[in-house]
Every structure is written in C-alpha cells, then in structure tokens.
C-alpha cells in the first residue's frame, strides 16, 4: 500500500512537472517565428549566391503550403549591411512559368518570389517586393487600411533608391517553359528606398516584422510557399514573422 502511494505521489508531482513545463514552453517565442539577422559589410551579387558572405548565416526553409505529389523545397537567407537588406531564395522547380518581360507587370500571376518588410508595427504600412526567375521586379509601398491595401510605385527610383537584382536558373534555360531544376534570387533592397517608413534603418538589436513567400505554377496549379502562415491573403501582416539585428 506504502509503495502504491509513493508511486501515485511520483506520478503526481510528474503531472505537475509536465503541465508546469508545458506552460513554460508556450511563453517561450516559437524560433520558428523569428530570425536572428546577421551583419556584413556591403557586397556585389552574382544571382548564385556564390559570395562568400552568404556562408555567415543558415538557410530558412519556406513550408509549402499546398500538398503535392511533388514537393519543391523553397528555402531563402537574409543578411544586412549598414546601407540596406540582403535576400537569396533558392527554389526547387520544374519549368519556367514566367513570360512577363517588365518591371511592375503582374508577377505574382507566375512563378515569383516575394518579400513583405514592416519595419515600423505602429504604421499600417509595409513594404512589398517582387522578383521574377527572368529578373523583373515589383516594389511598391503598400498602406493597408482596414484591410484594404493598393501598392504606390516609388517616386525618384534611381541612385542610392534603387535595388539591385539578379537571377539564374539550373538544369535548364532561362526562358519561358523551359524544364529546369531550379532557379535562385538574389536582391538587395536599400534603406534609402524604405526612408518613409518608420524605424528605418535598423540597429542592433531592432526588430522589424516581416513575411517571405514563392508561388509556383507548373501544370497549371498554383502552389506557394511562405515563411509564416497566412489563411486568405498575404497581406496578413498582423501573422507576420520577425526579423531580429544583431
């Protein structure tokens, strides 16, 4: 009977353990929800990722959000510089669905990597950049107000303002259909270009919110990807990751 009680008190005090530890593990941040950004000095790109910068931080793989018989995997990094924000994705594909051949066209209607930066939480208003696998952009500054949200073009885009870009592709051509491996980007995006917004340029220690995402179209399905979950749009920004300087 004594054996029997010091084993239901064990158990006990085991339960409480769990339940004490289970609370303690959802007041902790998901790391799955931040990323720590590290600092380098300014550097030029290839659209490789062949610098040798980019080997001082991991990859963060992108979850797909749509099951398929065949997964891609999508996977970016992101640096800082003391003049603006480092981004390379790599991503997994099987043709190059993309024809557009200009800047501000409607990328997003094919295959496209995006980044939404939200520097300044006090401000319903972020910043939005798209890249083609052919190389062709889309920034624009989005105000979100009660859920409605249309892109401004930015205004005297050149110099110190302007982003820098390039891409390429694996296993394949770049050019439109054409079967391919995989196809990365790389960009870099300016504070000069972000100066409106609030809590710009970060410091060490700054905490930005943002979101990164992929959509992909082959077989004529759409398929995406993104960094932190978003239900109907990816203008959710209030379900945004954070960006942490170190």
Known sequence: MRGWQKLSRC?????????LLARV????????ETIIVK?????ELTGTGTNPNWQKTNWIILPQRKETTTPKETKVKVLYSQTGLYFLFSCQD????????????KLWLEDVVEVFLWPDPGQTI??????????????????NINGKQLGWR????????QTRHLTSVSGGKKITNSPIKSWMAEF????????????VPPQPGTEWRANMYRVDYDHQK??????QKTEKSFHEFKKFGKLVFE
Do not use: C, M
């Not at 939005?128 to 052919?134: A, H, I, N, Q, R």
């Not at 870099?188 to 809590?199: K, R």
């Open 11 to 19: 158990g006990w005090i085991g339960v409480l353990l769990f339940s």
């Open 25 to 32: 593990g959802k007041a902790q941040p998901d790391a799955n």
């Open 39 to 43: 600092a380098i000095p300014d550097f």
């Open 94 to 105: 099987e043709f190059l669905t993309a024809s557009k051949t200009a800047d501000y066209e």
């Open 126 to 143: 972020y910043f939005e950049y798209e890249l083609s696998p052919l190389n062709y952009e889309l920034p624009i500054l989005v105000p």
């Open 154 to 161: 930015p205004w005297l885009y050149e110099g110190n303002r």
């Open 188 to 199: 870099f995006i300016p504070y000069e270009l972000l100066a409106p917004l609030g809590n």
């Open 222 to 227: 759409t398929v995406h990807w993104s960094w």
